[in-house]
């Protein structure tokens, strides 16, 4: 059975391996899952910053999309999306906190979530996390 690889990116922050974290970062509860795929994937946004940073979100759920590695470069998996009747206010992450959420993959592969995220309110959600 082959690995579901995982690797998180916030749009400020890198993953492992692929470049130095930064104040804001996100952390699996595992580094790869070796498991027939559905699998739930839990997350933990970490806000090191002195500042609250503002997270994408539909409903009670943060609403990243994912991002699939393919012939050496990242594609895009699915996007994230949010029916018109479910709330979209973005979460605030205070400063210096975490906050734990899931998401689904639903295939085998390396995997990179993107989250959408903004320092203030009123500045445009961002989704601009790509590994260098």
């Known amino acids: 059975m082959k690995p ?11 993953c492992s391996g692929f470049g130095e974290p930064t104040a804001v970062r996100v952390q699996t509860d595992a580094p790869e899952y070796m498991s027939a795929s559905p699998r ?18 539909c409903g009670d759920h943060v609403n990243p999309a994912v991002d699939r590695w393919d012939n050496g470069g990242w594609v895009n998996f699915y996007s994230a999306f ?3 009747n479910v709330s979209s206010a973005p979460l ?5 906190a975490t906050y734990a959420d899931s998401t689904g993959l639903f295939a085998r592969g390396v995997f990179q979530l993107r989250l959408g995220t903004a320092d203030t309110p009123g500045q445009p959600i961002t989704w601009t996390a790509r590994l260098q």
């Open 4 to 14: 579901i690889g995982l690797c998180l990116a916030v749009a400020i922050g890198a």
């Open 40 to 57: 739930v994937v839990g997350f933990t946004i970490v806000n090191s910053t002195d500042h609250s940073i503002l997270i994408s979100r």
């Open 82 to 84: 949010c029916l018109a």
């Open 92 to 96: 605030a992450v205070g400063e210096h």
